[in-house]
């Protein structure tokens, strides 16, 4: 007899999601108004101002962009790390072949759009943003296809979860190696001990939630200070979490339902407002044919569904993983353009990538109108396919 899939707390998970996205898509256009109104320049000034606290030992003292894009943010990569970490013990990667797949399709995913961006800027000023194009937004691809609602199956959302966790991982890794000009060894050792105390602790079988969650904000600390971007401290307190694969509830799903609403009504939108104040000069679309800007949007529109779809498709002729449940090839070629949504970690990267502001303001505008496009596009695409296979169905 197979084993039953309990999708009830995803479905939950998404339910939130589906408002939350509306009001992020909302965030975003009011976010951009704002940068290009007269409030332009408080707004910035706004995002610029630093608080918190400092002293010889603690350096906790940062602007409000930081503190949410690298604080609030890491609640946010704790939220997915713990959906990820109930679907490989008791859901749709709960398997060895579906939970490899994503990690195919991420890889995919990677390297064409990398190879894209190196074809359209070899020997150009430009080169040294070849990692831009390379990461999908979790934030916003989840919350487009949060928008489908009913019209995909739930297993192909927890897909798209799990190829963004994947991606972030290897962007994050990317920006750890070729991007960071500095990776303190001392506070990558202390965070790693961390992270093994909290093993220990699930090993052990400690239940309350206070005893990872304290910890966990020493680790978010140490990781901060390493060099790597913060948020990855947010999945891997997830992974310390204790679950079960049974009805009763677990720690983790104790934890995942008290931050699904803060997150998606009250972080991701403060989010959006924050990264999307693009200003949107008279030279930003003539430089849309620049080899930069057209580098990261073939590889977000064109490499990012190829390499997603062909490296899926390898991976299941060769046997080596399935399709989600109630999917088919049209579904994962539609999820391979939303994860063409590169927002967050592209713009990170685009920022760590060069030092000229015209570059950087260059790289921004291209993200966003490649990661809009595939939206769009993406979303489109479900939708129909899922009205061509409701008419078979008649």
């Given at each position: 007899?197979?084993?039953?899939?309990?999708?009830?707390?995803?479905?939950?998970?998404?339910?939130?999601?589906?408002?939350?996205?509306?009001?992020?898509?909302?965030?975003?256009?009011?976010?951009?108004?704002?940068?290009?109104?007269?409030?332009?320049?408080?707004?910035?000034?706004?995002?610029?101002?630093?608080?918190?606290?400092?002293?010889?030992?603690?350096?906790?003292?940062?602007?409000?962009?930081?503190?949410?894009?690298?604080?609030?943010?890491?609640?946010?990569?704790?939220?997915?790390?713990?959906?990820?970490?109930?679907?490989?013990?008791?859901?749709?990667?709960?398997?060895?072949?579906?939970?490899?797949?994503?990690?195919?399709?991420?890889?995919?995913?990677?390297?064409?759009?990398?190879?894209?961006?190196?074809?359209?800027?070899?020997?150009?000023?430009?080169?040294?943003?070849?990692?831009?194009?390379?990461?999908?937004?979790?934030?916003?691809?989840?919350?487009?296809?949060?928008?489908?609602?009913?019209?995909?199956?739930?297993?192909?959302?927890?897909?798209?979860?799990?190829?963004?966790?994947?991606?972030?991982?290897?962007?994050?890794?990317?920006?750890?190696?070729?991007?960071?000009?500095?990776?303190?060894?001392?506070?990558?050792?202390?965070?790693?001990?961390?992270?093994?105390?909290?093993?220990?602790?699930?090993?052990?079988?400690?239940?309350?939630?206070?005893?990872?969650?304290?910890?966990g904000i020493l680790l978010w600390y140490l990781v901060h200070h390493s060099g790597?971007?913060?948020?990855?401290?947010?999945?891997?307190?997830?992974?310390?979490?204790?679950?079960?694969?049974?009805?009763?509830?677990?720690?983790?799903?104790?934890?995942?339902?008290?931050?699904?609403?803060?997150?998606?009504?009250?972080?991701?939108?403060?989010?959006?407002?924050?990264?999307?104040?693009?200003?949107?000069?008279?030279?930003?679309?003539?430089?849309?044919?620049?080899?930069?800007?057209?580098?990261?949007?073939?590889?977000?529109?064109?490499?990012?569904?190829?390499?997603?779809?062909?490296?899926?498709?390898?991976?299941?002729?060769?046997?080596?993983?399935?399709?989600?449940?109630?999917?088919?090839?049209?579904?994962?070629?539609?999820?391979?353009?939303?994860?063409?949504?590169?927002?967050?970690m592209s713009i990170f990267i685009a920022l760590l990538s060069f030092d000229?502001?015209?570059?950087?303001?260059?790289?921004?505008?291209?993200?966003?109108?490649?990661?809009?496009?595939?939206?769009?596009?993406?979303?489109?695409?479900?939708?129909?396919?899922?009205?061509?296979?409701?008419?078979?169905?008649?």
């Open positions: 007899m197979s084993k039953l899939i309990n999708l009830k707390p995803f479905k939950e998970f998404l339910a939130s999601g589906q408002i939350g996205g509306i009001l992020l898509l909302c965030c975003i256009i009011i976010s951009l108004l704002i940068a290009n109104s007269n409030w332009g320049a408080g707004f910035e000034s706004f995002l610029n101002f630093e608080w918190g606290y400092q002293s010889n030992l603690v350096q906790l003292r940062y602007s409000n962009l930081l503190w949410i894009n690298d604080g609030l943010m890491t609640i946010f990569f704790l939220l997915v790390g713990l959906e990820i970490k109930r679907e490989l013990i008791e859901g749709e990667l709960s398997t060895f072949k579906k939970a490899a797949m994503p990690v195919f399709a991420a890889v995919g995913g990677m390297l064409f759009p990398a190879f894209l961006f190196f074809c359209f800027n070899f020997d150009q000023p430009s080169s040294a943003g070849w990692g831009i194009p390379m990461a999908t937004d979790i934030a916003f691809a989840l919350a487009v296809i949060s928008l489908l609602g009913k019209r995909v199956p739930a297993s192909l959302k927890i897909f798209l979860a799990a190829l963004a966790i994947v991606d972030d991982l290897g962007a994050i890794l990317v920006i750890a190696v070729f991007y960071t000009k500095n990776i303190h060894l001392d506070y990558l050792a202390y965070a790693g001990m961390v992270f093994l105390f909290l093993m220990i602790l699930n090993y052990s079988g400690v239940k309350k939630l206070i005893f990872y969650v304290l910890p790597i971007h913060a948020t990855i401290a947010g999945v891997f307190l997830a992974f310390t979490i204790p679950t079960n694969p049974v009805k009763e509830t677990s720690p983790l799903e104790k934890l995942e339902h008290l931050l699904l609403k803060p997150v998606n009504f009250l972080i991701m939108p403060l989010f959006a407002l924050a990264n999307t104040n693009i200003s949107l000069n008279d030279g930003l679309l003539e430089n849309l044919s620049s080899p930069l800007s057209l580098g990261i949007m073939a590889g977000l529109l064109i490499g990012k569904p190829l390499g997603v779809f062909l490296f899926s498709w390898i991976s299941v002729k060769l046997d080596w993983c399935t399709l989600p449940s109630q999917s088919n090839w049209k579904h994962l070629f539609g999820l391979g353009i939303l994860a063409g949504i590169g927002f967050t000229k502001p015209a570059f950087q303001t260059e790289a921004k505008f291209a993200v966003l109108v490649a990661s809009l496009m595939a939206g769009l596009i993406g979303y489109q695409f479900l939708k129909v396919i899922n009205k061509k296979n409701k008419g078979l169905n008649l």
